[in-house]
């Protein structure tokens, strides 16, 4: 599976962006999507995952009430819409496939390229 997140860009403090990841090599329906970022000098941190079949979900506590991870996996298509943003989630976003839900980096086979979320004060 080959996964390119896009949609990320630069907004103010309290905007919106939904950022995507598609599979551009293969097929993401078998596989839990996982949302992780990292920030300049900081390690990777998980954000959100998502079952293989969207029914459940799960989020860094920082992001429950303003992030919302969904699939289609009729478009082989994983987003991640952030309402609400704060500077503090400037990073660059990256997605990953895996087998399992978990909010270990290592869990995860798959990771697209990343793509930069910039949030202005």
């Known amino acids: 599976v080959q996964l390119q997140a896009s949609g990320g860009g630069l907004v103010q403090a309290g905007g919106s962006l939904r950022v995507s990841c598609a599979a551009s090599?293969?097929?993401?329906?078998?596989?839990?999507i996982g949302w992780f970022r990292q920030a300049p000098g900081k390690e990777r941190e998980f954000v959100a995952a998502i079952s293989s079949s969207g029914r459940l979900t799960f989020y860094r506590d920082s992001v429950k009430g303003r992030f919302t991870i969904s699939r289609d996996n009729a478009e082989n298509t994983v987003y991640l819409q952030m309402n609400s943003l704060k500077p503090e989630d400037t990073a660059v976003y990256y997605c990953?496939?895996?087998?399992?839900?978990?909010?270990?980096?290592?869990?995860?086979?798959?990771w697209g390229q990343g793509t930069q979320v910039t949030v202005s004060s």
């Open positions: 090599r293969g097929i993401i329906g078998g596989y839990y």
């Open positions: 990953a496939a895996g087998t399992t839900t978990s909010q270990e980096p290592f869990e995860y086979h798959y």
